[in-house]
């Protein structure tokens, strides 16, 4: 995963709640498995009508917001499906951070998973960013680092963040590379627990004996 | 000892390791992979040249992007064979079992978890998939991850998380006539809101819990993440150990009753604290069905749409009149008499041999309205078996389904069964977002009995009348 400090740019107002995974991406557009391609699937319900034109009305499809590297939502953003190429969708779309007054919990892990940044704030501030950032296209700043953003006419939203996801995500830090590391710990573990719960290890391994040699 | 929840007792059992921050190295004792998020992870390990560290405990099967046509096979449908091959080449290189089309075994990964014996009350298990919680209604503890988590749990056998608020939602009262588990959670989720247990595992507690079987507390614990929660589960009790009993997976002789001296102990202490403490009462529920684009915009099946004039707050009132105009329907009109144009019986909500059974119950002797499309989608082959056994395919044959393979199917229209835009569904799986079965399709969130009755008269109606 790539190290994320900051965003400078123009934000889009999304005024919708519960933006669902499904909406994001549609989950045919996955079985090629080609995840840079998506962004031009990314919330096609929104952005292209039903003869396949662009949506006028659609934020991102409006002059001066196309493009635009913040998202700012609804409640519940990211809600539904597990599909971690909602967030690879977005970002192929040009997002890199999402503000909102909650996200659904697997598309937020996903985020720091991918390198999306989701920032949570009161739904008031979202709503107050949001109108800013609808009544003209405009550069706003989302810094990590400061855990704050900053809207273009200098009103200022401190945000919380966990700990251990903002360093992962300042530093680029790579989960699996860390957790390999504990090797010793995980293996102990699981030495202790055949031993506690042999239940969970046993019948698994003779079902697993039985088809082999079947 | 302070009073401990069965969410605390089974945290505490697996943490490998708490980092001091409020994180902690969960161990994970079980692994289901599937299709469309199985393939990618195992990729993005091999492409690091990391192992998959315990395929004894990891588990596979197609059930996403497989055709549901009598007769499929893996390369039946098109834009799916390359994943089937991939997870078929992908498991069998890393040693990791895998059920495959036609074998029983096979199905909705959801659904043969619990039917094997694969999950276990107490144990903790991942799979890149949402609807993960399901695994919940056996007392075990079960997060829907993304394919980065589900490659480190495949790499690691573990999962980092902070560990996730708890929420008790206690269901008193005897069930009305004709009003099932998939009602319960769907009123659930209209009077809480589909974000209402973000960041908690929600136990279900009470006795209208006590009393569902374990399939019913599977569609229960189903819906949990339709309400925004990381998990749902239920005390394991002698309810959980009569269905396991005997299972493939699921420990026998001494074993198994050494384990359930275990399983006993895992129930929340008296005087347990959670962070969210809701209720509900059993007897106001009717049979539900959803009129919107969320789970949680559902009702009484006999009840008024609602008006958005009537709305107050003016995000769920423009909410509402999208919802409405996407549905082609009108607030302040009945549900019941909106004409239908596909039934579909299937999901892991909704398609196990009670489900199936319930539904049978309604079409025994009637038949399917005329113009309307009606799947009957098995669960897995186990339960495809197990109703041809007992003789339900004909029953749905009769009336007019079609009896098709297992797989997720137009719950999530990944393996080409989609609804084309505009029709009517009456779905007894468990998202009716927009384009969910299909690009502009119209989906209506119900219980078996319900889309069976909906299937007979041709529009939704109150299952209670038949």
Known sequence: MRAFTTVHGVAAWLDRSDVDTDLIIRIERLTGGDLTGLGRYALEALRFRKDGGEEPDFVLNKPGYRGAPILIAGPNFGCGSSREPAVNALMALGVEAIIAPSFGDIFYANCFQVGLLPVRLPEAEVRRLGAEAAAAPADFTVDLEAQRVVAPSGACFAFDIDGRRRTMMLEGLDEIGLTLKEAAAIAGWQAGDRIARPWIWEPVAQDIETRTRS | ?466
């Open chain 2, 1 to 466: 000892m302070m009073p401990a929840t069965l969410i605390d007792k089974i945290w505490c059992q697996h943490a490998v390791r708490e980092f001091g921050d409020g994180w902690t190295l969960l161990a994970i004792d079980r692994q289901l992979i599937h299709d469309l998020s199985g393939p990618p992870a195992l990729k993005a390990l091999t492409a690091r040249g990391v192992p998959v560290h315990s395929p004894d405990l990891v588990f596979a099967t197609p059930d996403h992007v497989v055709s549901s046509e009598p007769g499929r096979t893996g390369e039946t449908m098109g834009p799916g064979a390359g994943l089937w091959r991939e997870l078929r080449q992908r498991t069998g290189a890393a040693g990791i079992r895998l059920f495959d089309v036609g074998e029983r075994g096979q199905g909705i990964v959801h659904v043969i978890g619990p039917e094997l014996g694969l999950v276990l009350p107490g144990a903790t298990l991942v799979c890149g998939d949402s609807h993960t919680c399901t695994n919940g209604a056996l007392g075990a503890l079960a997060f829907g991850v993304g394919t980065s988590e589900c490659a480190h749990a495949l790499g690691t056998a573990t999962l980092r998380m902070r560990k996730p608020r708890k929420m008790r939602l206690t269901i008193e009262g005897r069930l009305g006539r004709g009003v099932t588990a998939k009602d319960v959670i769907l009123h659930a989720i209209a009077v809480f809101g589909t974000s209402a247990a973000v960041q908690h595992v929600i136990e279900y507690a009470g006795s209208t819990v006590r009393a569902l079987d374990i399939e019913e507390r599977l569609t229960l614990c189903n819906l949990s993440v339709e309400m925004g929660a990381r998990s749902g589960i239920v005390a394991p009790d002698d309810k959980t150990f009569d269905y396991l009993a005997g299972r493939r997976n699921a420990p026998g002789g001494a074993l198994f009753e050494r384990a359930v001296d275990h399983w006993r102990r895992l129930a929340s202490d008296e005087g347990a604290v959670f962070d969210t403490d809701v209720a509900l009462d059993a007897r106001a529920i009717a049979p539900t069905l959803t009129w919107g684009t969320d789970p949680g915009q559902a009702m009484p099946v006999d009840g008024l749409i609602p008006d958005p004039r009537e709305i107050g707050d003016p995000a769920a009132r423009q909410r509402a009149e999208a919802a409405l105009a996407y549905m082609g329907l009108a607030g302040g009109q009945p549900l019941a008499g909106a004409a239908v144009d596909i039934v579909f019986i299937g999901s892991c909500a909704n398609a196990r041999l009670s489900d199936l059974r319930a539904a049978a119950a309604i079409l025994r002797g009637r038949r399917v309205a005329t113009g309307v499309t009606a799947w009957a989608v098995p669960g897995s082959e186990q339960v495809k078996r197990d109703a041809e056994a007992e003789g339900l395919d004909r029953v749905f044959r009769d009336a007019g389904f079609q009896w098709r393979e297992p797989g997720c199917s137009l719950c999530v229209a990944a393996n080409g069964d989609v609804a084309p835009p505009g029709a009517r569904v009456v779905s007894t799986s468990n998202r009716n977002f927009v384009g969910r079965q299909g690009p502009g399709a119209r989906t209506h969130l119900a219980s078996p009995a319900s889309a069976a009755a909906a299937a007979v008269a041709g529009r939704i109606v109150d299952v209670r009348s038949f």
